[in-house]
């Protein structure tokens, strides 16, 4: 299996903060990289597919960039409907895996 | 636009068998553009993939989960179902059924149901 990590496990921002989390992969992913947004008690919402493209009506302070093992998170300035965890997801090969999420609350 | 549902017992016994099922609606599971899968999430704890499946009825599970899973379709109804046998208080989660379109990932989720497993 695909073993995804993800740095840091939480951190605290402030409104207007750029924030950026990493996501690791344990193999070759090439670009199958997929990150969710989730609120308590809500599903997971998609956010970005193939590493870097936006799914439909995400706004673009969103970005998500690499290839390969390593991958990138970037939020550019955060709004207060922001504050979720964050997981990234592997689907380049089965098992499907997920990373353990990133935590962002307020500062 | 299309909507998944999932729906299901809140509550299965140790030992016994979970069903689920998700209703898809706005759309048709048999396209052969998607796939259909399950991910669950315990309590307080992060997400992990069950399985998918193709209208076809192609399937792919967790190797983790394979041996208690089965994921099937019916096209008449527009619906696919999850059954999860010998579980477990280690199978309590919410329960989520969602779209992946290849390449694109899974970007249509439903709700979520929460499954308890508790005599």
């Known amino acids: 299996d695909i073993e995804m990590t993800q740095s840091p496990s939480s951190l605290s921002a402030s409104v207007g903060d750029r924030v950026t989390i990493t996501c690791r992969a344990s193999q070759d992913i090439t670009n199958y990289l997929a990150w969710f947004q989730q609120k308590p008690g809500k599903a997971p919402k998609p956010l970005i597919y193939a590493a870097s493209n936006l799914q439909s009506g995400v706004p673009s302070k969103f970005s998500g960039s690499g290839s390969g093992t390593d991958f990138t998170l970037t939020i550019s300035s955060l709004q207060p409907e922001d504050f979720a965890t964050y997981y990234c997801q592997q689907y380049n090969s089965y098992p499907f895996t997920f990373g353990p999420g990133t935590k962002v609350d307020i500062k | 636009q299309l909507q998944l549902q999932e729906s299901g017992p809140g509550l299965v016994k140790p030992s016994e068998t979970l069903s689920l099922t998700c209703t898809v609606s706005?759309?048709?599971?048999?396209?052969?553009?998607?796939?259909w899968g399950w991910i669950r999430q315990p309590p307080g704890k992060g997400l992990e993939w069950i399985g998918s499946?193709?209208?076809?009825?192609?399937?792919y599970y967790n190797p983790s989960l394979k041996s208690r899973v089965t994921i099937s379709v019916d096209t008449s109804k527009n619906q696919f179902s999850l059954k999860l046998s010998s579980v477990t208080a280690a199978d309590t989660a919410v329960y989520y059924c969602?779209?992946?379109?290849?390449?694109?990932?899974?970007?249509?989720w439903g709700q979520g149901t929460m499954v308890t497993v508790s005599s």
């Open positions: 969602a779209r992946r379109i290849p390449y694109y990932a899974f970007d249509v």
């Open positions: 706005g759309g048709s599971i048999s396209s052969r553009s998607y796939y």
């Open positions: 499946m193709y209208y076809s009825g192609s399937t």
